[in-house]
């Protein structure tokens, strides 16, 4: 499986935009970059997906290089809420088949400051 | 966390003690997945299952854990004859059939063995 990495913690301030980076430099042409987030005391919630362009929900934005090595989470206007664990995923290439499992690394902390 | 439900959120066992987690799928989702967390630690896959079949169990401890999801009810994860370091976060996720499709993650089940 490709490997991510990424900051072990971040700082941000409220109202501010926020982003977050993630290394994956092994992807494979076919990996999906999938971001998930974990509040505290809460289950992993999914956040956004992508492959080769850039993509925008109504949670974040996907920054995604040109060589697809590197990605970037983008939270336009940080809120307090926003404080949690960030993981950058690339999911098997048998993702979804027999092994269709997400493999989560340490992830960021993102801490927001009012 | 749209639509996975756990319970209980917070169960207590005495050493020796069984521990039955139970996870509904979102609907229409007949793939499910049981994760641990460990205090302080990051999620680990334990298994995951389709209606009546376990697909790969890699994750589970050999002894002790079984983990089940029947054509009708929830998933079951049972731990048999608890122990102090069985307390911990476990959550489950679940997915569509299409194969790629997002995982979504329940609020998590706290057991905490006294």
């Known amino acids: 499986d490709a490997k991510t990495t990424q900051p072990n913690s971040m700082e941000s301030n409220e109202e501010e935009p926020v982003h977050l980076p993630c290394n994956h430099s092994t992807i494979s042409g076919t990996d999906y970059i999938h971001w998930y987030r974990q509040l505290p005391s809460q289950g992993p919630e999914y956040v956004i997906h992508g492959l080769t362009s850039n993509v925008n929900n109504r949670m974040a934005s996907l920054a995604i290089a040109e060589d697809r090595k590197s990605s970037t989470l983008i939270l336009h206007r940080a809120t307090l809420r926003d404080a949690a664990v960030y993981y950058c995923i690339l999911p098997p290439l048998n993702y979804g088949g027999s092994q269709g499992n997400l493999i989560f690394g340490k992830g960021t902390k993102l801490s927001v400051k009012p | ?114």
């Not at chain 2, 959120?9 to 996870?23: N, P």
């Not at chain 2, 376990?54 to 079951?76: L, T």
């Not at chain 2, 679940?94 to 706290?110: C, D, M």
Request: net charge positive.
């Open chain 2, 1 to 114: 966390n749209a639509g996975v439900m756990q319970n209980p959120r917070h169960l207590v066992r005495r050493r020796g003690q069984e521990a039955r987690l139970r996870c509904s799928p979102m609907k229409g989702h007949s793939h499910v997945y049981w994760y641990r967390q460990l205090p302080e630690e990051g999620l680990k896959f334990m298994v995951y299952l389709q209606k009546e079949n376990i697909i790969d169990e890699s994750g589970m401890p050999k002894e002790r854990f079984s983990a089940e999801f029947p054509k009708e009810g929830p998933s079951i994860l049972r731990i048999q004859q608890v122990v102090r370091g069985d307390s911990a976060a476990y959550f489950c996720a679940s997915r569509g059939s299409v194969r790629g499709n997002t995982i979504y993650f329940g609020e998590g089940s706290w057991l905490t063995v006294v």
